[in-house]
Nanobody, 120 residues
Framework: QVQLVESGGGRVQTGGSLRLSCTVS????????MGWYRQAPGKQREWVAL???????HYVDSVKGRFAISRDNAKNTVDLQMNSLKPEDTAVYYC??????????????WGQGTQVTVSS
């Protein structure tokens, strides 16, 4: 069965860096769009970044220039490098997998999340 497992979360001070990693099993990444989302306490889940099957990347405005998403199809992993972290980045970060192109399937897989805490 498909499983996504996030790792790399932790606690850092403002301006610090973390690198999150999502390891996927049970499905091939090369035919999927991979994304990172986050959910802060009391708020709805927010899209942060995605990388298409062709390698194209997109980011929410608040993290542009600070975060970078990457994928390794051979290893079935997707990473999120987070630099210049701010307290407002504090959230549980989730890895997401969906088909690319969309007609390949109707699934939408999620990991359990990893906590990122940025102290001021």
């Amino acid at each position: 069965q498909v499983q996504l497992v996030e790792s790399g979360g932790g606690r850092v001070q403002t301006g610090g860096s973390l690198r999150l990693s999502c390891t996927v099993s049970g499905i091939r990444l090369r035919i999927n769009t991979m994304g990172w989302y986050r959910q802060a306490p009391g708020k709805q889940r927010e899209w942060v970044a995605l990388i298409n099957s062709d390698g194209g990347t997109h980011y929410v405005d608040s993290v542009k220039g600070r975060f970078a998403i990457s994928r390794d199809n051979a290893k079935n992993t997707v990473d999120l490098q987070m630099n210049s972290l701010k307290p407002e980045d504090t959230a549980v970060y989730y890895c997401n997998c969906k088909p690319d192109p969309a007609w390949l399937g109707n699934y939408d897989y999620w990991g359990q999340g990893t906590q990122v805490t940025v102290s001021s």
